[in-house]
Structures are given as structure tokens and as C-alpha cells.
């Protein structure tokens, strides 16, 4: 696992990334993703997960926009405890349209997705009260809706970070800003 700017680490880096101003600009591979088991899926653990360790409750926030040209073509926020045991949230693909998505895993991953309006980026929310996390996006200059909640069994310290997949696709540029995390 390399070292990544301010501390932050990679998981299944991508090929070609770069932060600067703020940005991070990723190339999602073809074939990458996080899933697990549901609908005769199988264990896939090999999309782009830039991290750092966090500790307590916290809210994360972050721009998300990508060239999204295939069905399943992510990204959003993670956290994670273990290969069978994390959650994303984010934009997906799905249909042909953009749609506002949240996986939770507990050895299996269970999805959920809303359609949202095609916009140059969208803003999502990660918050965790204790065991739960709550999550909500936002459209273009729009207020946050809170899109699902849920409960996750995860220690005190977790990994938190960003993510891009492309599962089905050829891969696809991803842009990240604006990330923020603060303890609550």
C-alpha cells in the first residue's frame, strides 16, 4: 500500500492519479469495484479506495464527478473496517442515468439507489453517530437529502475516504474535491 499525499493511503491504487489544488483526479480501472455475494455477485475487492484512519464520530463531505460512461461507473465516500465489513456512498450509473447509490456490507453488500438530476458534480454526506451512518447527497446548488441510514459494526477507528469503480466498463476519470472531515 503507497503513501499518498497528507497522509493518506491507497488501496488498489489506480494507474494514473494526481491531487492538486485540492482535487483528485483518478483513472477508475476497468473491471474494479466492492461487492460481495448479493444477486450471484462475487467477492470483488479491487476498486480505488484513497483513505486515512479516523477515529469517533465524524461528518465527511466531498464533490463528486466523473466522465460516467458505463452502467455501474462510481464514486463516493467509503469507510471501511475489513474486506467483508464497509460501506460507499456516492453517484452510480445505473440505466443510463446518474443515481445517488449506498452499499452496506456485512459479509454481504445490500444496495440502494435514487435517480438525481444530471449535474456537473454532486455532493455527498457521511456522517457516523456511533453505529450508525447517515447519508445524504445534494444536486448542484441544492440542499442535502438524506438518502439512507443505517448500522455498521466498526470500531472506534476506521478507514474513511474516497472511492471509483468501474465495473462494467472501460474505466472512466474521476474527480474528487472538496473533501471535507470533521470530528463530531
Not at 486515512?52 to 466523473?66: H, I, K, P, V, Y
Not at 460507499?88 to 459479509?107: C, I, M, N, P
Not at 438525481?116 to 441544492?142: D, E, K, N, W, Y
Request: with cysteine.
Amino acid at each position: 500500500m503507497a503513501r499518498a499525499a497528507d497522509g493518506w493511503s491507497w488501496l488498489n491504487g489506480p494507474r494514473t492519479w494526481a491531487w492538486k489544488d485540492g482535487v483528485l483526479v483518478c483513472e477508475a480501472g476497468a473491471g474494479t469495484d466492492f461487492w460481495r455475494r448479493t444477486a450471484g455477485g462475487p467477492l470483488i475487492d479491487n476498486g480505488h479506495f484513497w483513505f486515512l484512519r479516523q477515529a469517533g464520530d465524524f461528518e465527511m463531505t466531498a464533490d463528486l464527478a466523473g466522465d460516467y460512461a458505463a452502467d455501474a461507473d462510481q464514486t463516493g465516500l467509503m469507510l471501511r473496517v475489513a474486506p467483508d465489513l464497509w460501506m460507499k456512498t456516492g453517484v452510480e450509473r445505473l440505466g443510463g442515468q446518474l443515481h445517488s447509490a449506498t452499499v452496506f456490507t456485512r459479509d454481504w453488500s445490500d444496495g440502494s439507489s435514487l435517480v438525481i438530476p444530471t449535474a456537473p458534480s454532486v455532493r455527498v454526506r457521511l456522517r457516523r453517530s456511533g453505529q450508525t451512518l447517515f447519508c445524504a447527497h445534494a444536486v448542484g446548488q441544492g440542499g442535502f437529502v438524506d438518502t439512507r441510514l443505517g448500522h455498521l459494526p466498526m470500531p472506534d477507528t476506521v478507514e474513511l475516504g474516497v472511492m471509483a469503480a468501474s465495473p462494467a466498463g472501460k474505466g472512466f476519470e474521476a474527480r474528487i474535491s472538496n473533501i471535507t472531515i470533521k470530528s463530531l
